[in-house]
């Protein structure tokens, strides 16, 4: 038993906000899963439904004793454009969050590459929604190092946001070459104060996240997506839990990528695993689910 459970990275969307090459790469998991489990996952069906709201996800939160979730919006909208852009789609998560004020902490989805766009839009959602955070994707195609990125880390370093950067594997139009956790070394030293959570910790490249990890006060991570090995290789999942123990116990943060593995592994089942498996103490578990994350956004 943990005393609270913060899982650190869910999204919510509906469809009309992401753009149709990204719904496509999204379901490729899917679809495989249609082939193995002749599930009978129709695309026509599934397309107009590719959402997660926040109603489903209060009840998903419930159903797995989840008390708070981060939410995560994901603006691929220079990939190519979506019906809904990055400004309306961000502000309906902001509204939609309004109406749970203790379980729902929305962060800004926005892509750097939107230049003076970007800074002024964060910094208006800050002042209007008291924004504690933003999350990036490199993989829409930025190198998280490039120098013409700079102005976009300091200023939210000026404003004390915390950082969440998609790190590891990306499909369809989405270009993995950008998300090497390394390429945030340059970042963190640039901007000390500056607190990035690179994502996917336990995944491709894990030991370049722990690398930063060991070497920046200011570097974190979560492990959502681990439980993309469960059912099937539960040893895998303890034995790269067991390296957060030993590695980095006060700066890894329990995460879900809700609703991402709800058709093959629920975020129920993957609090349960993570809080009842054998792989630390009771006291690490409650760092890794919720004393780590509260800390670093003073909650
Ligand atoms: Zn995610």
Redo the contacts with the bound molecule.
């Keep these: 038993m943990v005393l609270m459970i913060i899982d650190s990275?869910?999204?919510m969307y509906i469809r009309d906000m992401q753009p149709d090459s990204i719904v496509e790469a999204y379901l490729a998991p899917l679809k495989a899963l249609e082939a193995i489990m002749d599930m009978g996952v129709e695309e026509e069906f599934i397309w107009p439904e590719f959402r997660a709201d926040d109603k489903e996800l209060i009840k998903g939160m419930d159903m797995a004793g989840v008390d708070k979730s981060i939410i995560?919006p994901?603006d691929h909208g220079l990939v190519e454009k979506p019906k809904i852009d990055f400004e309306e789609m961000n502000q309906w998560v902001f509204e939609r969050s309004e109406v749970y004020p203790d379980r729902l902490i929305p962060f800004v989805g926005i892509d750097p590459n939107r230049g003076a766009r970007a800074i002024k839009f964060v910094e208006e959602c800050v002042s209007k929604w008291d924004a504690k955070g933003v999350k990036v994707y490199p993989a829409n195609g930025f190198y998280p190092q490039d120098e013409d990125l700079d102005d976009f880390w300091t200023a939210m370093e000026d404003m004390e946001l915390v950082v969440v950067t998609?790190s590891g594997a990306a499909w369809g139009p989405l270009k993995e070459e950008y998300c090497h956790p390394s390429f945030y070394g340059a970042v963190l030293e640039r901007h000390p104060s500056l607190k990035i959570v690179i994502?996917?910790l336990g995944g491709k490249w894990r030991e370049e996240s722990y690398d930063l990890l060991e070497r920046y006060d200011n570097a974190f991570a979560d492990c959502?997506?681990l439980q993309g090995w469960l059912p099937s290789q539960p040893d895998m999942v303890i034995s790269r839990l067991k390296e957060v123990a030993e590695k980095a116990p006060d700066k890894v943060f329990f995460g879900s990528?809700w609703p991402?593995f709800e058709l093959s592994y629920t975020t129920k089942q993957w609090v349960e695993f993570v809080v009842e498996s054998d792989w630390a103490d009771d006291g690490v578990k409650e760092k890794l689910m919720h004393l780590n994350i509260r800390k670093i956004l003073d909650i």
Excluded: I, R
Aim: charged share 10%; aromatic share 0%.
């Design positions: 990275h869910v999204h995560l994901l998609h994502a996917h959502s997506a990528d991402v």
